[in-house]
């Protein structure tokens, strides 16, 4: 059924939807309002559901990780500072194959401290061992945490899954969303079904000591399953399209990709923007194109080098930075290509938006036109020089 | 062998004194139980993959979190309706409860969950090396504390963890001793059967750490009670309930068989501080018995 | 795919810890034993078993040699003995 919604609203809906039995979060800005709708939906008996008001966001992370190993389903939600506080946890979630699902608002880091939008926190735990799926909009966001329950609770996959959201931007945006009923929901998403739990009846250890005779392999197991990870996606999204009627790759999605000689490669909320911009410049007769990638995290190598082997020029956007290397996105990308024969000619790095600075269309025309040929590597744009100074006397 | 929910096979030092709690712990309790427990001694010897000591379900995750990790247990426990019949203990050492692990554990007590929160206090951190934490007492020498021309070992109190539960307005605190099986395991029976959130700290006298004999553990423990430099009490509801009553001995018999304390034995003056702290303890509690037919 | 993950339950019983003895040995006399069952209340291992006076004794295949169950023993009725070849 199809409502205006903010952001959060759309997005505590479909958890409510998804039935997790325990929600356990703290508050940080701008993933509140999710928290808090969650906190309301519960408090008007709309959801059966144990919500624990706990004291940190390691603790929020660690009561989820309780939760789901007691075989009940769970679900938190955090950004920035806190995304960093439950870091040790994320880690340990994922080896501990454990699938909690998690939103994060994504928001730059500190310091400086800043609470507006970019990919900071997000693409900093891309190692973690998550699953971590970027929504270009709210309807996206919504129907990504659905298909995160289904892909993380399967069987042969058992890993935590990240669904971002571009804090205040889509968190706080207005958009009008199409909401799937209990009924579609309950055919997508079967109830969970641990294959291994705390349970009296049936007593394991979980958590051992791992010493180095055994470690790699759990670790080799973590990387495979990611691999797994990648061809199970589009056969879900498959299934989604049948039950929803609406299609995702899951993975990326080309835009105008065909012919276009200039391709931007990017994720998140910032690909409306640039689809706004193609449509533009495509009026004008000028060959643009964007590749969103979808999924960060397992990084779809083999669809990025379908999508862009015959691109001429290319540009990442990164909304992060790897500081003192290469920006993030942009690195993996062009792994993607090194020693193949078929690539782009070049493959520059921009850097945008960072700590909620506006992209606006004249930004991506910017780097349309700087796609010139010359290699380009971690330009900054929309940069305000005189801000800068080499020393503090 | 004898019945027990903690199996033997397990890597801990001969003598060790957390190792004979835990198992008494977990004896009192019964097979319906839930262990969650922080990095330590305890989950580093009794669960060193492929093999397991624990034959009940056992959890264990990171170094600080046992309390919030127990707090996610019990939520999904109550969430599945079996809340009335199933116990959650966490556990962990002194430093994991009272230092790193203390936000994770005062938030568990807040929230006032059905758990049992149990703190084996070796007084150091001991799996990594006998170094000092927030529950090593006055003037113990540690690897981080240690005794020197310019240190008289580790300058600090114990924080007192039993009152800082209290406060928290929690049913039931408890002090046990590893020296005192049967009380231990008493204890632990009795917090079980209050709903809300218990904390039970147990003194447990560790070989290698305190340097002593590993069959001294139970006469070590002993003789911290006896001094009265650890007191086993118990408050319910807020109010000290309970206390051992013991007939003081100087407290010079208990540092003399430690050789973390063998850097006090030629200074009178600081053990007449330790001998403070034991008075302290020994008014401030009531823990002196009756003298009898006086 | 799944590596090292889960432990099963008492599953250390596989870890025979007996070898660790350098020393001595508990050696239960079983004369004056009164089952107060004191012995097997300390012992870190729980590998000493016993149902009624005089029927006590340890499983050496786990016992450490730490002592503690002949230093708790009311009636001294265990003794620590050398380990053979130590």
């Not at chain 1, 024969?341 to 269309?361: A, C, E, H, L, Y």
Request: glycine share 8%; with cysteine; charged share 20%.
């Amino acid at each position: 059924m199809k409502e205006l919604l903010e952001g959060s609203m759309a997005v505590a809906e479909i958890v409510k939807l998804c039935k997790p039995g325990v929600i356990s979060a703290y508050p940080i800005t701008p993933q509140t309002h999710i928290v808090e709708e969650l906190a309301q939906i519960v408090a008007d008996g709309h959801l059966n559901a144990q919500f624990v008001n706990v004291e940190s966001e390691h603790s929020a992370a660690s009561v989820v990780l309780g939760a789901v190993a007691t075989g009940v389903r769970a679900y938190t939600a955090t950004s920035s500072q806190g995304l960093f506080y439950m870091a040790e946890v994320l880690y340990n979630i994922a080896g501990m194959r454990l699938p909690v699902i998690m939103t994060t608002a994504a928001r730059a880091i500190s310091a400086p401290i800043n609470i507006w939008n970019d990919h900071q926190d997000v693409v900093s735990l891309r190692d973690a061992g998550w699953i971590q799926l970027h929504a270009e909009d709210i309807q996206e966001a919504v129907d990504l945490h659905l298909i995160a329950y289904r892909l993380g609770e399967d069987k042969s996959i058992m890993l935590p899954v990240m669904v971002c959201m571009d804090g205040f931007i889509l968190t706080h945006g207005m958009e009008t969303v199409d909401m799937p009923t209990q009924e579609q929901v309950d055919k997508f998403l079967p109830p969970y079904k641990a294959p291994y739990k705390l349970d009296v009846e049936n007593p394991l250890t979980l958590g051992p000591l791992v010493d180095p005779e055994y470690y790699m392999e759990a670790r080799y197991a973590l990387n495979e399953t990611h691999k797994e990870a990648l061809a199970l996606i589009p056969k879900l999204t498959a299934e989604f399209a049948k039950v929803f009627g609406r299609t995702y790759n899951g993975l990326v999605e080309g835009y105008q990709l065909k012919d276009a000689e200039k391709v931007i490669v990017a994720m998140g909320s910032v690909c409306g923007t640039i689809k706004e911009v193609i449509d533009e410049l495509r009026a004008k007769g000028k060959k643009v194109g964007l590749l969103k990638i979808t999924s960060l995290r397992p990084f779809p190598v083999n669809a990025i080098y379908d999508a862009l082997k015959s691109s001429p020029k290319v540009a990442v956007i990164d909304r992060a930075l790897s500081l003192g290397s290469f920006a993030p996105l942009s690195a993996e990308v062009k792994a993607v290509f090194f020693g193949k024969t078929k690539k782009p000619q070049n493959i520059s790095s921009f850097v945008v938006g960072m700590g909620g600075r506006d992209i606006t269309k004249d930004s991506i025309k910017e780097i349309f036109r700087l796609m010139n040929g010359k290699d380009k590597q971690t330009e900054f744009i929309d940069l305000k020089p005189e801000l800068l100074k080499e020393n503090y006397e | 062998m004898s019945k027990t929910l903690f199996a033997p096979g397990h890597t801990a030092c001969a003598g060790c004194g957390q190792s004979m709690a835990a198992r008494l712990v977990l004896d009192a309790a019964g097979p319906n139980t839930i262990i969650v427990n922080n990095t330590g001694c305890l989950e580093v010897f009794s669960t060193k993959y492929p093999e397991s000591s624990w034959e009940v379900p056992f959890i264990h995750s990171l170094f600080e979190n046992a309390a919030a990790v127990a707090s996610g247990v019990e939520s999904a426990i109550k969430y599945l309706g079996k809340a009335d019949n199933i116990n959650i203990i966490a556990q962990g050492g002194d430093g994991s409860s009272a230092d790193i692990g203390l936000q994770a554990l005062s938030g568990m007590l807040e929230r006032g969950h059905n758990i049992l929160y149990v703190c084996y206090d070796n007084e150091a951190y001991m799996n990594t090396g006998v170094q000092r934490s927030g529950l090593t007492p006055f003037d113990t020498n540690t690897t981080t504390s240690p005794a020197g021309i310019a240190s008289i070992g580790n300058l600090r109190p114990k924080k007192p963890m039993p009152e800082i539960a209290n406060a928290h307005g929690i049913p039931y605190v408890a002090v046990a001793s590893s020296g005192f099986g049967q009380d231990l395991q008493r204890k632990v029976k009795k917090a079980l059967s209050i709903k809300g959130p218990k904390y039970i700290q147990v003194h447990a006298p560790c070989p290698l750490g305190w340097r002593h004999e590993t069959n001294l553990t139970i006469q070590v423990a002993k003789l911290a009670v006896e001094t009265g430099l650890y007191p086993l009490i118990e408050y319910e509801n807020g109010a000290l309930s309970v206390r051992r009553q013991i007939t003081p001995k100087p407290v010079e018999e208990y540092l003399k068989t430690q050789g973390r304390f063998k850097h006090l034995l030629n200074k009178p003056e600081e053990i007449k501080k330790i001998q403070d702290i034991a008075d302290n303890n020994i008014k401030k509690y009531g823990l002196r018995a009756e003298a009898q037919g006086v | 795919m799944f590596g090292p993950l889960i432990c099963k339950p008492g599953s250390s019983k596989n870890n025979k810890t007996g070898p660790w003895r350098t020393e001595s040995r508990p050696k239960f006399l079983k004369t004056n034993c009164i089952a107060c069952n004191m012995c097997v209340v300390v012992c870190p291992e729980a590998c000493i078993s016993g149902q009624g006076k005089n029927t006590y004794d340890v499983d050496l295949n786990y016992c450490k040699g730490c002592g503690n169950c002949a230093a708790i023993c009311p009636k001294k009725d265990i003794e620590m003995v050398k380990e053979e070849g130590a």
